[in-house]
């Protein structure tokens, strides 16, 4: 498997593309946000660059869901393992692409993941207990990447459900792994400045091109505002601003701002893998998209 990630405006999917072209490849997304069908402007999903020389790219783990439904890391890494089978199958290359760290990670690294049953006992353990005194039992039970899991009451109550499935059951979560070798990670970075500008004309860009008009029709498809600003970013403030909550210019200047220190934690998360020894090669955005594939391709000695 060849893995492409990076930072978002970081033109991924174009370099991912080119080389599935090159080489006889097809595209698995690892976009926690692009599963969901009609939720396009927003993510950056532009099926349009899936075509290279007029040649169809195949692609996977895009439009798969309707907006609203619950997609976790288990339903990602079972999708992602089924669809490099799939493409294994056909006798061509998996390309992971995408820059949702922890998707990424869980396929790099191999987590082992089960589908847990729910445990009726536990559950009436623990049920006397508050949200903060479940999130500091769960704190215990493993390392938080971010607040997803402790978001609600049900959520960390299935969160800890599944820890301890693990802890009780370590055979079966260890037979679970699914170890992909050889891969080849590849990351594309650009200054911080250049990052910044890119960042800022694509929203421009979005905005002017339907993004609050998007929303709006998954508003009027019957999904809630709540949802909406659970996926965050552009779907979070177009919601606040199609309440009225913010004006057009408030809505452009935080969510600039949101976008800029997304991007600053997705380089942290991918600087982290480094340091526990995940090794990417990093390639320089700047250049051609071309000279990015032919590096690509050389490195692997295709």
């Given at each position: 498997?060849i893995?492409?990630?990076g930072p978002?405006a970081?033109?991924?999917?174009?370099?991912?593309?080119r080389l599935a072209a090159?080489?006889?490849?097809?595209i698995?997304?690892?976009?926690s946000?692009?599963v969901?069908?009609?939720?396009?402007?927003?993510t950056g999903?532009?099926?349009?660059?899936?075509?290279?020389?007029?040649?169809?790219?195949?692609?996977?783990?895009?439009?798969?869901v309707?907006p609203?439904?619950?997609?976790?890391?288990?339903?990602?890494?079972?999708?992602?393992?089924?669809?490099?089978?799939?493409i294994v199958?056909?006798?061509?290359?998996?390309i992971?692409?995408?820059?949702?760290g922890l998707y990424l990670?869980?396929?790099?690294?191999?987590?082992?993941i089960?589908?847990?049953?729910?445990?009726?006992?536990?559950?009436?353990?623990l049920?006397p207990?508050?949200?903060?005194q479940?999130?500091?039992?769960?704190?215990?039970l493993k390392?938080?990447?971010?607040?997803?899991?402790?978001?609600?009451?049900e959520?960390?109550?299935?969160?800890?459900?599944?820890?301890?499935?693990?802890?009780d059951?370590p055979?079966?979560?260890e037979?679970?792994?699914?170890?992909?070798?050889?891969?080849?990670?590849?990351?594309?970075?650009?200054?911080?400045?250049v990052?910044?500008q890119?960042i800022t004309?694509?929203?421009?860009?979005r905005l002017?091109?339907?993004?609050?008009?998007e929303?709006q029709?998954?508003?009027d498809?019957?999904?809630s505002h709540?949802?909406?600003?659970k996926?965050g970013l552009?779907?979070?403030y177009?919601?606040?601003?199609?309440?009225?909550?913010l004006s057009?210019?408030?809505?452009f200047e935080?969510?600039?701002?949101?976008?800029?220190?997304?991007?600053?934690?997705?380089?942290?998360?991918?600087?982290r893998?480094?340091?526990?020894g995940i090794?990417?090669?990093?390639?320089?955005g700047?250049?051609?998209?071309?000279?990015?594939?032919?590096?690509i391709?050389?490195s692997?000695?295709?």
């Open positions: 498997m893995v492409i990630l978002t970081t033109g991924k999917t174009a370099i991912a593309t090159t080489i006889n490849g097809e698995i997304s690892a976009d946000r692009q969901f069908r009609g939720m396009d402007i927003g999903k532009d099926l349009s660059e899936y075509m290279v020389d007029e040649t169809p790219i195949p692609y996977h783990l895009i439009d798969i309707d609203g439904t619950e997609y976790s890391l288990f339903n990602f890494q079972h999708d992602c393992y089924r669809a490099y089978d799939e199958a056909h006798g061509n290359m998996p992971l692409c995408g820059g949702t990670e869980s396929v790099i690294r191999a987590y082992p089960v589908e847990v049953p729910m445990n009726e006992a536990l559950r009436t353990r049920q207990l508050s949200l903060d479940l999130s500091e039992m769960l704190a215990k390392k938080l990447h971010n607040h997803t899991d402790t978001e609600s009451r959520r960390v109550l299935r969160a800890i459900e599944i820890e301890t499935f693990y802890r059951y055979q079966k979560v037979n679970s792994r699914k170890v992909i070798e050889p891969m080849a990670i590849f990351g594309i970075y650009f200054d911080r400045e990052i910044r890119r004309q694509r929203l421009k860009e002017e091109n339907g993004m609050i008009e929303v029709r998954i508003v498809r019957g999904v709540e949802r909406l600003q996926y552009e779907y979070k177009v919601s606040l601003y199609l309440q009225n909550k057009y210019d408030a809505l935080e969510l600039n701002i949101a976008i800029h220190q997304f991007a600053k934690r997705q380089t942290t998360w991918f600087r893998m480094e340091k526990n090794s990417i090669v990093w390639l320089d700047s250049w051609s998209i071309d000279e990015k594939v032919q590096k391709v050389n692997l000695k295709i």
